[in-house]
């Protein structure tokens, strides 16, 4: 069964970091698209970053462009979401997706997502 493991959340103050773990356990990430997704509270869940299958291709939504990096370890199977100058509407739960239908490269599209992770929590407070 194909699943996904995040880790990473908890809370941070504003303008700390964190670093958010998307593993795939039972297949490798590189022959899907990685999506990582928030819905913070009384919102929609929107699509923030997405590293490409087959291509390594990478896109960020203007709201954390700059700040938030996604990278892909092939070797361990995970995808990494890199959270710099939180802020506190960076506030949501997180949760990471995998796409293996599409052919090649990443979409925000939440319903190309197959593989949902159980989300992780991120608070930004002081």
């Known amino acids: 069964q194909l699943q996904l493991v995040e880790s990473g959340g908890g809370l941070v103050q504003p303008g700390g970091s964190l670093r958010l773990s998307c593993a795939t356990p039972g297949f490798s990430s590189d022959y899907a698209a990685i999506g990582w997704f928030r819905q913070a509270p009384g919102k929609e869940r929107e699509g923030i970053s997405c590293i490409g299958k087959g291509d390594g291709s990478t896109f960020y939504v203007d709201s954390v462009k700059g700040r938030f990096t996604i990278t892909r370890d092939t070797a361990k199977n995970t995808v990494y979401l890199q959270m710099n100058r939180l802020k506190p509407e960076d506030t949501a739960v997180y949760y990471c997706?995998?796409?293996?239908?599409?052919?090649?490269?990443?979409?925000?599209?939440?319903?190309?997502?197959?593989?949902w992770g159980q989300g992780t929590e991120v608070t930004v407070s002081s």
């Open positions: 997706a995998a796409d293996v239908s599409i052919i090649r490269g990443c979409v925000f599209m939440r319903g190309e997502y197959d593989i």
